[in-house]
């Protein structure tokens, strides 16, 4: 994987997808979207019948993310799309008018890339961050519970101490330049978001020591939260630790076994 060209991987990605989409499909109730899905997969296995290897853009019209792969993988990973993000093609797709581009349809493709850019800069392979791991067969990830936030007094206390953080604690790398005020909510916001406490990034007491790998690990969260910042985003995100870990240290790839009957 790690040699193979950008293209490969985003297609590899697509596999992975393809069956979380398929577990996560054949668990939802045969409900009537369900049935509109299936029947809009039959209508487009039509229009491949006989011409299954040919490219998928000589049989579509508007393809980016498949270009060069056999036109078969489609419906695949359409269906996939709908079980990962628990919605009808029509959330993606004008009726009828496929190739047509929709604020949805250039949302999907443009997390496609988000998905590159986090598994590049976490080092990790398939199944590594998927659709999934944010979405949860939900169109719109779900934001941190309202309890997570800081209390009012929290955010005044933290509007009093402006000096940068490298003023006030021995070991920062990351975090440089944010207000010390903040430093607290900062690091709050990490063992909500991980579910875990102040030890399992800290030697207690000794804030400044490295010596837990998943302090590390959180440095290298935060470069790959700017990457997407960057990036995907050119600007603000509102991707957060929560977004993916989801009070949990472990996020999920891929439907629990429970769905995958
Ligand atoms: C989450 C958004 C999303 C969902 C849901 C989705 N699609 Fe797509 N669809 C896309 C994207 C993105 C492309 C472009 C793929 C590419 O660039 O290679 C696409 C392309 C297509 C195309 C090719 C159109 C052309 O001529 O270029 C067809 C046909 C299609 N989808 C059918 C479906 C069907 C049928 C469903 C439901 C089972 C579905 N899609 C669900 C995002 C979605
Ligand atoms: C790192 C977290 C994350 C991952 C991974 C992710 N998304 Fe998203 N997605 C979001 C967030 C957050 C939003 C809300 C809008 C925004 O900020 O872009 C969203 C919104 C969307 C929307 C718009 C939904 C709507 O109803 O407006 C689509 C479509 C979508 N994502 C498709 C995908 C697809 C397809 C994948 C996998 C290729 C994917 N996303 C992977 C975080 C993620
Ligand atoms: C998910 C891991 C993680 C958790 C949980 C966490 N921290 Fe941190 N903490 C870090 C990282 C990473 C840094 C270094 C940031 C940098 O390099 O800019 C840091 C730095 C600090 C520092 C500065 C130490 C110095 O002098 O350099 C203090 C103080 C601190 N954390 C306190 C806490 C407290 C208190 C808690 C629990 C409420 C906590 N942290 C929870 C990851 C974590
Ligand atoms: C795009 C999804 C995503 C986001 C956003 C994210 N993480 Fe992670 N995180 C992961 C994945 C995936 C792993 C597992 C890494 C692996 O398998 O190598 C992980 C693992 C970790 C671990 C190691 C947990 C352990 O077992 O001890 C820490 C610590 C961590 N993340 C901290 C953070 C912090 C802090 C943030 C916010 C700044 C954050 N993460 C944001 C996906 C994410």
Not at 74 to 103: F, I, N, Q, Y
Not at 125 to 135: A, D, E, R, S
Request: with cysteine; net charge positive.
């Amino acid at each position: 994987m790690k040699n193979s060209s950008p293209l490969a991987r985003i297609v590899a990605l697509i596999f992975v997808l393809l069956a979380a989409g398929l577990m996560a499909v054949d668990a939802r109730n045969e409900s009537q979207s369900n049935q509109n899905n299936k029947e809009a997969l039959a209508e487009i296995n039509k229009m491949i019948a006989g011409r299954e290897d040919e490219p998928a853009e000589q049989v579509f019209k508007n393809i980016e993310l498949l270009k060069g792969r056999k036109a078969s993988r489609l419906p695949g990973m359409m269906s996939a799309l709908t079980g990962l993000l628990g919605v009808d093609c029509a959330h993606c797709h004008a009726p009828r008018e496929w190739e047509k581009e929709t604020p949805a349809k250039q949302t999907a493709r443009k997390h496609f890339d988000m998905l590159k850019v986090a598994n590049d800069q976490l080092e990790i392979q398939n199944p590594g961050v998927t659709c999934y791991t944010c979405h949860r067969g939900n169109p719109l990830p779900q934001p941190p519970p309202a309890s997570f936030r800081p209390t009012d007094e929290m955010l005044k206390q933290s509007d009093q101490d402006k000096r940068p953080a490298e003023e006030v604690y021995k070991n920062v790398q990351s975090l440089r330049g944010v207000p010390a005020g903040r430093w607290m909510i900062i690091m709050t916001m990490f063992t909500r978001s991980l579910g875990v406490d102040c030890n399992h990034c800290h030697v207690q007491d000794r804030f400044e020591l490295d010596d837990k790998p998943a302090k590390q690990t959180a440095r290298k969260m935060l470069r790959m939260v700017s990457a997407i910042a960057r990036e995907i985003y050119k600007g603000p995100t509102s991707i957060n630790c929560y977004t993916c870990h989801r009070g949990q240290p472990r996020p999920v790839s891929l439907p629990p076994q429970a769905l995958m009957k």
